[in-house]
Each structure stands twice: as structure tokens, then as C-alpha cells.
């Protein structure tokens, strides 16, 4: 509809925006592959930037999201993992029929932990066993308790038919200064064995 359009290039300029500010403000990496993917050229004009280009993977199919049961991952490398749910309502980044299903990375954000608890009651994952931090993966893996200051990174996931497909990871993975740790990576397999990859990270 010839209204829809402004409103979503102009969502799309204000979501661009912020990333851009985010990276030129930090001086990094930018992790958003999200934001830039679908506009690559928008990121070649920024000196200093790095855009990280995520692996599509398979992580699971739908049958296997579980309100009680979680499932764990690698992904997008081996040994960053990661925690599959379904939370039961309409979540940030769900998919499936109630938009309900949803993945973090389980590293937790306050030292690198491993998470492995779920309370499927609260729709928390923890606390951690380190410091007791609780995050609500209902509300973008924020923190309900605890040390850590930082969501969780939210895995972006897309359904395939049955098959869960990640696509990439919003927010830097604890103890990393790169989702993707650079080139030539061992990129996490949906069948658990590792492929060889780049990054496909780029320096303009
Ligand atoms: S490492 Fe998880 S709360 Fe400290």
C-alpha cells in the first residue's frame, strides 16, 4: 500500500541509525547483522566498520521447541552456546504460530558462565551458578536478578518449514570481541559437525 512504504523505510533508516551510532560510538565491530544484512551497501561508506555476515544453520525443528524442556546448541561457533525455547507468549523474535519460540546464547553476560537452568514457570533461564543472575527470555533475555548488567544475545531464527533456521546473533556473545572470532572459523553445524567458514567480515 502506497502508505506502507515510508513507514517502513523509515523504520528501517531509524533501526540503521542506531546501529551505525552504536559502532561509530564504540569504535568496533558491528554485530548487527541484522540491520546491515538486507542493505549491504549501506555499510561500505563507513570507514572503520566491520560487518559480520552470520551462517544460516539449522538448529532444530519446531516439534523440538518445548515449554519445558530446553534445547541446546552451538551456534554460530562451536562452543558458543546457545539455549532454544518455546516461552508460551508472544516474545521479541519469536517465531512458530504464537511467535513463542525463541533462542539466547546461555553464556551469561555478567563473567561467562554457562546457564543450563530453566524455570519454565517464570520463563527464566538461571540463575547462574556463579553469581545467580536470572535473565527473562519472555522479555529479550533481560535481567530479572543478579550481577549481570546486559540481556542475553538473542540468536535471530527464521522457520524453514519444520527447521529452525539461525541466521544470526544480536548482541556480543560473552568473553568475545567477535560473534564470529574472525576468519577461517569453525562454524557450528546443524549436525553438530563443524564446517569451515569465513566470516566474511569485512575492514572498509
Ligand atoms: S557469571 Fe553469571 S552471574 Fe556471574
Request: aromatic share 6%.
Given at each position: 500500500m502506497e502508505n506502507d512504504e515510508p513507514l517502513l523505510r523509515r523504520r528501517d533508516f531509524i533501526l540503521g541509525g542506531v546501529a551505525i551510532g552504536s559502532v561509530l560510538a564504540a569504535g568496533a565491530i558491528l554485530p548487527?547483522?541484522?540491520?546491515?544484512r538486507d542493505d549491504e551497501d549501506l555499510a561500505e561508506g563507513i570507514s572503520g566498520v566491520q560487518v559480520a555476515y552470520f551462517p544460516r544453520t539449522k538448529v532444530g525443528t519446531i516439534g523440538q521447541a518445548s515449554t519445558t524442556d530446553p534445547l541446546f546448541f552451538d551456534y554460530p561457533l562451536t562452543g558458543q552456546s546457545n539455549v532454544l525455547v518455546d516461552v508460551g507468549q508472544r516474545a521479541i523474535g519469536g517465531i512458530g504460530q504464537e511467535r513463542s519460540v525463541v533462542a539466547f546464547s546461555?553464556?551469561?553476560?555478567?563473567?561467562g558462565c554457562p546457564i543450563t537452568d530453566y524455570n519454565a514457570d517464570e520463563r527464566v533461564l538461571g540463575p547462574c551458578v556463579c553469581h545467580f543472575t536470572t535473565f527473562d527470555l519472555a522479555k529479550d533475555?533481560?535481567?530479572?536478578?543478579?550481577?549481570?548488567t546486559q540481556n542475553l544475545p538473542r540468536v535471530l531464527l527464521e522457520l524453514d518449514g519444520d527447521n529452525i533456521i539461525a541466521t544470526g546473533v544480536f548482541r556480543l556473545i560473552s568473553g568475545y570481541a567477535n560473534n564470529l572470532g574472525g576468519v577461517n572459523v569453525e562454524i557450528a553445524a546443524a549436525n553438530g559437525a563443524g564446517t569451515s567458514a569465513s566470516s566474511g567480515a569485512t575492514d572498509d
Amino acid at each position: 500500500m502506497e502508505n506502507d512504504e515510508p513507514l517502513l523505510r523509515r523504520r528501517d533508516f531509524i533501526l540503521g541509525g542506531v546501529a551505525i551510532g552504536s559502532v561509530l560510538a564504540a569504535g568496533a565491530i558491528l554485530p548487527l547483522g541484522l540491520v546491515l544484512r538486507d542493505d549491504e551497501d549501506l555499510a561500505e561508506g563507513i570507514s572503520g566498520v566491520q560487518v559480520a555476515y552470520f551462517p544460516r544453520t539449522k538448529v532444530g525443528t519446531i516439534g523440538q521447541a518445548s515449554t519445558t524442556d530446553p534445547l541446546f546448541f552451538d551456534y554460530p561457533l562451536t562452543g558458543q552456546s546457545n539455549v532454544l525455547v518455546d516461552v508460551g507468549q508472544r516474545a521479541i523474535g519469536g517465531i512458530g504460530q504464537e511467535r513463542s519460540v525463541v533462542a539466547f546464547s546461555n553464556i551469561c553476560t555478567h563473567m561467562g558462565c554457562p546457564i543450563t537452568d530453566y524455570n519454565a514457570d517464570e520463563r527464566v533461564l538461571g540463575p547462574c551458578v556463579c553469581h545467580f543472575t536470572t535473565f527473562d527470555l519472555a522479555k529479550d533475555g533481560q535481567v530479572v536478578l543478579g550481577q549481570a548488567t546486559q540481556n542475553l544475545p538473542r540468536v535471530l531464527l527464521e522457520l524453514d518449514g519444520d527447521n529452525i533456521i539461525a541466521t544470526g546473533v544480536f548482541r556480543l556473545i560473552s568473553g568475545y570481541a567477535n560473534n564470529l572470532g574472525g576468519v577461517n572459523v569453525e562454524i557450528a553445524a546443524a549436525n553438530g559437525a563443524g564446517t569451515s567458514a569465513s566470516s566474511g567480515a569485512t575492514d572498509d
